[in-house]
């Protein structure tokens, strides 16, 4: 007996509102039994008179020892509410260093070394990391952000971009020949001379992209978004850029010589100048198009 007692009493002891708890507990129980009927109070020691003032009395005990449970548990309820919040900011700081320690390490691995063949960079936080002129034939960047990064005349040959940020980001003279570039979001990037002989640009965000110059030659660019994008000079030969958006784009002396333009979207486009020998421009939209 003693040891289920300890048991109870370990248990209660547990939460903050115990005693309030106990206390209104006895009270309830001595008032269960005082109230029985032919309950003899002389047998106590006690006037049957007694038997009032004493259920008053522990009404009154219960009534304040329930209020003191009441706010003991809005108290304690506020305290592991603060508790949460506190463990979950100390979670989200220590996250943070984490990730920023990780970041700084993986800077200065690519800063140590010149060639990274094949090495897999999935989602990893890249913004504004300077590797120009590194080499990353193959690499896996899918997801992974390269916001502002310099990849100026980096070697990308057969990479993976599936995904990946690449706005604001520095390409210029870079090799992504066979680079996958799916569904990138190359925003306002800087592409000028560079080298995307049959990459794969499906559904990807180009706009106003800076493309001046760039070799596109059986590139795929279904259905990407070029709003704005600066093609001039660039060499399209044989490029796919079925129902890609190219509105307001500037595509002055580009070679689009049996480009496929198949519904794509040339509102406003500057096409001075361009060669679209053999093009394909079947239900493209040619609307208010500059032709010099």
Known sequence: MRGVIDAVLALLTRWRWTWPFVSVLVAALVLGVLMLPGFDLVTLGLEPSVRSDLASALIGGAVIGSAVLGAEMAFASQLDRLEAKRAERAERQENERRLRAEREGLQLQLSLQKAFPGIVLRDRDLSGFYLRGKSFSGAHFEKADLSAANLEEADLVAAHFEAANLSSAQ????????????????TRADLQGADLTKSSLRAATLDHTFLVDA????????????DGADLTCADLTAARLYAAKLTWAWLGWANLHRADLSWADLTGAHLDGADLTEANLDRAILTDVKWG
């Not at 390409?171 to 190359?186: G, P």
């Not at 070799?215 to 070029?226: F, T």
Request: glycine letters at 4%; proline letters at 0%.
């Open 171 to 186: 390409l210029a003279r870079a090799n992504l020949t066979a680079t996958s570039l799916d569904r990138v979001d190359a």
């Open 215 to 226: 070799i596109l030659v059986n590139a795929d660019l279904g259905h990407a978004n070029l």
